[in-house]
T-cell receptor
Framework: DGGITQSPKYLFRKEGQNVTLSCEQNLNHDAMYWYRQDPGQGLRLIYYSQIVNDFQKGDIAEGYSVSREKKESFPLTVTSAQKNPTAFYLC??????????????FGDGTRLSIL | DAKTTQPTSMDCAEGRAANLPCNHSTISGNEYVYWYRQIHSQGPQYIIHGLKNNETNEMASLIITEDRKSSTLILPHATLRDTAVYYCIVRVDRGKLTFGTGTRLQVTL
């Protein structure tokens, strides 16, 4: 089945460590996104990419980095510079259309906790 | 970003229609209205979207007022599995979805 796979589902990190969250999609979507969700809150955009080898900062990019070497993959690295990394991280993808109206489809998320 | 306003919570009896309202009075002419829902500890699930015409799919119907300042998501026969947080979102450019805190729908027996 086509979809978006995020791994791992749960991740624990020691303070000062970088950690990479995986996101893979087999929907042949050009655009991919990373969001962060804190308890009781909506989602906030970290980074997005509309084409391979190109990505843009979202609203809360500080302390995060991404790469887009392949169309189907958009890994997110949470660096030690991110002071409050404990959160639920969601990856999404969508078709890129001229009218920019295509819906985003989400994975099931990775829950990151600091030990 | 066009801002949306939704009630914090709603209840609905199983088998009845659930009507979830959303106000988006500052929406601009080319902005779509999207509805997603999120069940606890899962990623948001896309439900439906529209620009100005009413839309229907296998999950729900979307009714958008003529002035586009508000919309209603209708789940025609709610089940316990429809219990979730429902988000009304107005799309902006470059694909950014701005999520608010949504409406927590509780479907009861």
């Amino acid at each position: 089945d086509g979809g978006i796979t995020q791994s791992p589902k749960y991740l624990f990190r020691k303070e000062g460590q970088n950690v990479t969250l995986s996101c893979e999609q087999n929907l042949n979507h050009d655009a991919m996104y990373w969001y962060r969700q804190d308890p009781g809150q909506g989602l906030r955009l970290i980074y997005y990419s509309q084409i391979v080898n190109d990505f843009q900062k979202g609203d809360i990019a500080e302390g995060y980095s991404v790469s887009r070497e392949k169309k189907e993959s958009f890994p997110l690295t949470v660096t030690s510079a991110q002071k409050n990394p404990t959160a639920f991280y969601l990856c999404a993808s969508s078709i890129v259309a001229p009218t920019n109206n295509q819906p985003q489809h989400f994975g099931d998320g990775t829950r990151l906790s600091i030990l | 970003d066009a801002k949306t306003t939704q009630p914090t919570s709603m209840d609905c009896a199983e088998g009845r229609a659930a009507n979830l309202p959303c106000n988006h009075s500052t929406i601009s002419g080319n902005e779509y209205v999207y509805w997603y829902r999120q069940i606890h500890s899962q990623g948001p699930q896309y439900i439906i979207h529209g620009l100005k015409n009413n839309e229907t799919n296998e999950m729900a119907s979307l009714i958008i007022t003529e002035d586009r300042k508000s919309s209603t998501l209708i789940l025609p026969h709610a089940t316990l599995r429809d219990t979730a947080v429902y988000y009304c979102i107005v799309r902006v450019d470059r694909g950014k979805l701005t999520f608010g805190t949504g409406t927590r729908l509780q479907v009861t027996l």
